[in-house]
Every structure is written in structure tokens, then in C-alpha cells.
């Protein structure tokens, strides 16, 4: 299966707000510095237009309220849970697909990165702090919607060491930063 890079294909990682990652169809967006704001993990109105703008210079077009095209790529604004505190992954996440996008928040950006690490045996959270670099995220809610899944043991484990480097890193670079 060949590697699906988003980064090179669009200028996702030039932009301050987005963040991708090589091999993950996924794209997420910074929101701001107040992570707890609520327990829905939906995309703001201001992200949702962001990306659109941001999408809509790169040539795709509004297809239907969910979905944006290009050629024959599709952007996918999945629905979001009706329920506090639920996860809103889901196991194709993790599938490189060039003909699909999926927008997502970070915290969900996240939880696809952690089943990513338990899926290749690794503890390493190089690929989580590089998320959080860019575009911090509800450590808080993903420890507690993990429960009883195949990343509790990690989100529990490495809690306090996000969230102190999240913590750092919102000092140096989010202090002043607004939201969209």
C-alpha cells in the first residue's frame, strides 16, 4: 500500500492553524487555548469555515453540507456526536485513502494517533507532541472517553507527561493566540 502524504499534496503544514500527517488522511485544525470548554469534540463554526476557505483555495468545491471535491478527492466533515464525552473515531481513520479527507478536531486527530501506536506496538509519543506543537488538544477527555479500549493503558500512562508538556508548550507559543 503506498504511503498517503496530504502534507505534500497540499500546503497543509505551511498554514498556522492546520496539521497533518504523512500516512493519515486525516486534518485537523487549532482551536484555541481553552481545551475544556465543553465535552462535545465537534469542529467549531469558525474551524469549519477555515477550512473551507482553506480547502476551497486549493480548487474544492461544496458538494453537499459534508462534503467538498476536488477532482476526484473528497473532504468529508464527519457528523458529529449527539452525547457528552463520546469518541468520535472510528477505525478507518487509521486507512490511507487518497480519495478521502476526513476534518476532524484534535482530540479525535489524537485518538487516531494513539490507536496508531498500540496498532504498531511502539510507546513512543513523538507523533502526539508533534500534534500538540500545532494544534493542542483535550488530553483530559481522551483519557476519559479511552476507557475500556484499545488505548486506555497509553492515555492513562502518558497523561501527566502531556499534559506538562502541553502546558510548556501553550506558555511559548498559544499564550496570546485567538480563537478562529
Known amino acids: 500500500m503506498s504511503i498517503v502524504d496530504i502534507t505534500q499534496t497540499y500546503p497543509i503544514l505551511q498554514d498556522k ?29 469558525g474551524q469549519r469555515d477555515y477550512l473551507q476557505t482553506f480547502f476551497h483555495q486549493q480548487g474544492f468545491q461544496q458538494k453537499t453540507g459534508k462534503v467538498m471535491v476536488c477532482d476526484e478527492v473528497e473532504l468529508h466533515f464527519p457528523d458529529p456526536k449527539r452525547v457528552l464525552a463520546l469518541s468520535s473515531y472510528f477505525p478507518e481513520m487509521l486507512i490511507p485513502n487518497k480519495k478521502e479527507l476526513i476534518a ?63 502546558q510548556q508548550v501553550i506558555i511559548k507559543k498559544f499564550k496570546r493566540k485567538k480563537a478562529l
Not at 19 to 40: C, E, H, K, M, P
Not at 155 to 166: C, I
Request: hydrophobic letters at 40%; a negative charge; glycine letters at 2%.
Open 17 to 45: 492553524h492546520l496539521y497533518a500527517q504523512s500516512g493519515l488522511s486525516l486534518v485537523t485544525i487549532y482551536d484555541d487555548n481553552w481545551f475544556v470548554r465543553n465535552d462535545y469534540d465537534i469542529l467549531s463554526r
Open 104 to 166: 476532524v478536531t484534535p482530540t479525535t486527530f489524537a485518538e487516531a494517533l494513539f490507536h496508531q501506536i498500540v496498532a504498531s506496538g511502539t510507546d513512543s509519543l513523538d507523533s502526539i507532541k508533534s500534534l500538540i506543537d500545532k494544534c493542542p488538544y483535550n488530553i483530559e477527555l481522551l483519557r476519559d472517553i479511552s476507557y475500556r479500549t484499545a488505548i486506555e493503558a497509553i492515555t492513562k500512562a502518558s497523561f501527566d507527561e502531556l499534559m506538562r508538556y502541553q
